[in-house]
């Protein structure tokens, strides 16, 4: 079975095409497999044999066996990510397998294992828990195997110092066990700025990527790989003066984001006792070029990014930098972000109705408009927030049928029976279906509902007048009372 | 005397043009005054007289009989300025004076007096004190003697809720006091967004402007006015539903500058322990339209709004509307800034020539480049920082001779016998005159030069590196060392 795992292998790579591995098949991973397959030269010639490599078990089987019948690992509104692979397998440049054997003939390997820090306390993200060992062990397969010649880049978030101070060492000392030259390791650092929904695959091949190369050897080799499927043009590249500098760009920018949208959450509070409208506020502010970035008000933070980089920031900084500081503002934006769903609680508090002991929908939930993505959704701690009193909880997405972090069953329409019963309703993401909604519908898929929570900037202000018309209550967090 | 002068405001007004009157000839008043003086109708008729009434007292004198000699009351590189002054001295449509009387023939007040909020403890910005009492006195001079047809549109940065809640009511009982009816009070909020630097009387007019009434009427009179004054066809305008959002519009834009500058500092310090140039991140970062906004490393941040607007807010929420809560993370945004030229400080402290026990020169004084304005000028805390030690700390800054706060000569050229034994300098300010240093200048001016410390990303990297290679230690803020 190995056997015959390292011969479809070798098979695979008897061509004249660069040998990419892609270490780790996951939502980075699967758009940069589909990528990597698709580049080209200026002739039309494609470039690579493109390789998915993620552990073995019967866990993960169904990632290989999705990319080797063709089909995406990864569901996803991108219809071009599903062609991508089809087009792939049918070219024969694609492949995926649990089997080491693959980083041999790999020229080069780009990492896209998750690298996860976790969070003990809910509130107090400075306690988190983190450590290098089972992603070292994946660095330990790639430096068994690859020869002297390949160039590793890792994409994956990292704290940073990494790349430079833990996985560089970590793989000298593998070339020394294998008496190989360590001089001549090749390692880079680059990080996508993937965003899943309907551009999902475009986001790696059309968009600005920032990188750097532990010498100025690997750095070349890196910048020539991105050029190969990277729409340069358009996109120019960033190479970084070191990889701690590349590593610190990813973290610093999505702790920028998170820092906005905590900043912007004392704001919807003070907005909301000054009976202010901070939409209308943030539009005035956002005519002024210097401020287009500020945030809008919301339910809350989610996703695999924003919810956790700047503790992976602040690991680098105190642990593999030994900073006597800590990133403190960041990690407060974190806490703030986490708690951010408490605040629609508190508004369903305030509802004139006992919104607490009612039978509650809530629309959306996904960390993300127009997508099916449940990874730290915000919708999870309003949904244990309601689950605690009284509340009978139903929930809607049209992008998720289960929730399994929750599991619990999702309704993907409206027209449901359980919206029978139904009096409070709560827009928790704003995606497209709810976003055209309109009063009819809602009364239709809502016969008993007596209030309307928009927690998301999810319903124009026409829809909301025709609800408060009809008699029915509505709450827009960062809205004024009934606007 | 009184009379003579009742008498010149009554000849003055004598004509068809509509009379507006601004309150406090300041930085934003005196702007005001010029632009107002300046707005004509399509035909090019002069609109207005423009009246800048200040308090009486010699203590004041002096900005009225500038104005009144046709000479700007602010120093300013705006030429223009200076020019519509002049002009509109010859004209005949500007006056100022210290007579009420001026209020009662007014049409349209524009309230532009400060009102301070103080930090009583350096760090602890939370520990605040703040009054309405001599705002109010000022605005009782107006209620006093408008009359009921009078628009007065609050110009000041006051806290949120302050137009209606305060101003309104303290106007009310005004005119009831005068028994005339209260419901003819015609009240707006709107804030400036005025820039010191060349383009000074143009931020005024050619930018956008948000604005409130307090009813209808109000507003529809506010608008009327900026119309007639602002390039609103370039610049549209903003009308806010309630003075409550207008007046929270201008601080939260103020405390999401100042919180985005204070979040950039932690960075700073990691970037520092990292060895990573941050600069060059923030520019891989900006490639991003959504993160363009992200803020670069400093010495500080000064000037009459980013340093207190925040605390105004606060005042607003938790004494105006009784909020539980404060805006803790735009207060600690502020603290963070009032001692962040801590962090320049620590950096002479790493410099390997004794920098603390050193002849100190600190190049630039203002808080802002290619201005002469020294309000709350960052440079003030490392002056004080420096001055507690043993250096002997020498000031330069081309528009500033004399230092009020510190009661300081200023030097205004290198070419200063001060700097023969100047063995630090620190770039504090990003004037157009440091920036363009050459290392030549640099050697003729302090021929004992050992170390350069450039705290605001002021010289370039060629000087930079012209530097080191002469042997003087270079020390950038921000940056790798001899970077």
């Not at 892609?22 to 039309?44: E, H, K, P, W």
């Not at 160039?151 to 000392?173: A, D, R």
């Not at 769903?341 to 809530?362: G, M, R, S, V």
């Not at 898929?445 to 999810?458: E, G, I, Q, T, W």
Request: aromatic share 10%; proline share 3%.
């Amino acid at each position: 079975m190995i056997t015959n795992e390292i011969q479809r292998i070798d098979n695979f790579v008897d061509n004249d095409r660069t040998n990419v591995v892609i270490q780790g098949i996951g939502f980075v991973g699967a758009a940069m497999l589909a990528a990597i397959s698709n580049a080209t030269d200026q002739a039309g010639n494609y470039l690579y044999n493109a390789i998915g490599v993620d552990l073995c078990g019967d866990e993960h089987s169904w990632k290989i066996d999705s990319v080797n019948t063709g089909m995406s690992p990864i569901q996803s509104s991108d219809a071009s990510l599903d062609a991508a692979y089809r087009e792939a397998k049918s070219r024969g440049n694609l492949l995926a397998t649990c089997n080491e054997f693959a980083y041999s003939v790999a020229d080069i390997v780009v990492v896209d294992m998750n690298l996860d820090i976790n969070k003990n306390t809910l509130g107090d993200a400075a306690d988190y828990s983190f450590t290098f060992d089972s992603y070292l062990k994946g660095i330990r397969a790639i430096g068994d195997h690859i020869s002297p010649e390949t160039l590793v880049i890792i994409e994956s978030t990292v704290p940073p110092g990494s790349t430079e101070n833990v996985i560089y060492p970590f793989l000298k000392g593998i070339f020394e066990e294998r008496n190989l030259e360590d001089s001549s390791i090749s390692l880079a650092h680059s990080y996508e700025r993937v965003m899943p929904g309907e551009g999902y695959l475009s986001s790696i091949t059309n968009y600005y990527r920032v990188f750097a190369g532990i010498d100025e050897n690997s750095a070349e080799k890196a910048e020539r790989f991105f050029e190969s499927f990277i729409n340069v043009s358009d996109y120019p590249l960033t190479r970084l003066h070191s990889t701690n500098a590349s590593e610190m760009a990813k973290v610093l920018e999505n702790s920028y984001r998170a820092m906005n949208i905590a900043f912007m959450q004392e704001w919807t509070e003070f907005a909301d006792v000054a009976g202010v409208n901070l939409f209308d506020v943030i539009d005035a502010i956002r005519m002024r070029p210097t401020h287009k970035n500020i945030m809008a008000p919301g339910l809350g933070v989610g996703g695999y990014c924003l919810t956790k980089d700047a503790l992976l920031a602040d690991y680098g900084y105190r642990n593999i930098f030994k900073g006597e500081k800590s990133l403190s503002m960041s990690i407060e934006a974190i806490n703030i972000n986490d708690m951010m769903p408490q605040f629609t609680y508190k508004l369903l508090h305030e509802a004139n109705i006992d919104a607490l002991n009612a039978n509650i929908a809530i629309l959306g939930v996904s960390y993300l408009n127009d997508v099916g993505d449940t990874r730290y959704t915000p919708t999870g701690l309003l949904f244990d927030l309601l689950s605690e009193g009284n509340s009978n909880v139903h929930l809607y997405d049209p992008y998720i049928k289960f929730w399994e972090e929750k599991d619990k069953v999702v309704n993907t329409t409206l027209h449901s029976k359980s919206g029978l019963d139904v009096e409070v309703i709560i827009f928790a993401v704003s995606h497209k279906e709810y976003r055209e909604i309109t009063l009819e519908q809602l009364q239709v898929a809502f016969p008993s509902l007596k209030c309307v929570v928009d927690a998301n900037n999810v319903i124009n202000s026409r829809v909301a007048k025709s609800i408060v018309s009809s008699g029915v209550q509505f709450i827009g967090l960062g809205k004024t009372k009934n606007s």
